[in-house]
């Protein structure tokens, strides 16, 4: 019975979500495949074709064909990894971004569809019934998992970004809601109004739920980044996710070509200025101040990076 009761869910549900035809559902070129490659290269800032594969199980040979078409079609670009030369590194180019958006942007308007027609009392339990799912059936590839996944932010993550930095803050250092109330404006500021190809927001997900968060966006000096809001849920922390978060921002503002980035932190955040120095980051100013109902000592701090071309 169990085998034949998920063998039956199989088919209900890829018929369901259009698996059979995806392109034809979604109102897109790609196939479900070519949908889930552009997904984890659009959430991945460095992603090597070794990674990508076993991350999908794709044959080795069935993937370098897709990229190879992906390439001729200027949505990815290959190269050396840095970190191994045997390896291929892949990054989608700014068509390549725009169509993984698309994607993002039609598979949200599938689901919104979807739960559109399940009464609002059911969607609890449909959510909780999914992620049990998911839980029991991904045990032992979530074992297998390295790290958290960094993607860019759904609806609710940038208010999440701010609610938990209010209540971090206010937890560890005993901040108060003026605090809260800069996070606020600072996320607003980028969801109105930023430059997608040179200003990101990367959360950072862990087994479905965000853990962590930062931004990189256009400082006042010319071809200067600035980081921001660096932050990792206390469970999370002790696995380089801070580290990670960090370096992607790094590699972001470098790859785009900045030429400069700073951040602006507060010397009692001693995890935070360990992450920074490790990435190569100098302090170059500090100033006391009283903020969010304490006293504390700003620091500013900068990278050089590689010599840029924004203006």
């Not at 018929?15 to 070129?29: E, F």
């Not at 290959?78 to 971004?97: H, K, M, N, W, Y």
């Not at 100098?282 to 990076?305: C, F, I, M, N």
Request: proline fraction near 5%; charge should be negative.
């Amino acid at each position: 019975m169990p085998i034949q009761e998920i063998r039956a869910f199989n088919r209900f549900y890829t018929n369901l979500i259009g698996a059979l035809d995806y392109s034809k559902h979604l109102y897109t070129p790609y196939t479900l495949t070519e949908s889930r490659v552009l997904y984890e290269l659009a959430h991945s800032p460095r992603t090597d074709a070794a990674d990508l594969r076993a991350e999908l199980s794709l044959d080795a040979g069935y993937l370098s064909r897709l990229l190879a078409k992906f390439e001729r079609d200027g949505l990815v670009g290959r190269a050396p990894s840095e970190v191994d030369s045997r390896r291929q590194r892949i990054t989608l180019t700014e068509r390549g971004r725009e169509a993984a958006a698309l994607l993002d942007e039609r598979s949200r308007e599938a689901v919104g569809a979807l739960l559109a027609n399940v009464p609002a009392d059911e969607r609890p339990r449909l959510v909780e019934a999914m992620r049990t799912v998911r839980e029991i059936l991904g045990r032992e590839r979530a074992a297998h998992r390295e790290g958290p996944v960094l993607r860019e932010p759904g609806p609710g993550d940038l208010g999440w970004v701010v609610q938990r930095h209010g209540a971090l803050y206010a937890a560890e250092y005993g901040w108060n809601a003026d605090f809260e109330g800069l996070v606020a404006r600072i996320v607003a500021d980028f969801a109105q109004d930023h430059d997608p190809h040179l200003e990101r927001v990367w959360i950072a997900e862990l087994d479905g739920r965000p853990v962590g968060s930062v931004m990189c966006v256009r400082d006042d000096a010319p071809a200067t980044a600035r980081l921001r809001l660096l932050l990792v849920e206390p469970d999370a922390r002790g696995h380089g996710l801070g580290d990670l978060l960090v370096r992607t921002v790094v590699d972001f503002a470098r790859d785009v070509g900045y030429r400069d980035l700073v951040l602006w932190t507060n010397d009692v955040l001693a995890g935070a200025r360990r992450i920074y120095q490790r990435a190569g980051f100098t302090l170059v100013a500090e100033k006391p101040h009283r903020s969010y109902g304490a006293d504390l000592v700003g620091q500013d701090w900068r990278l050089p990076l590689l010599e840029g071309t924004i203006t």
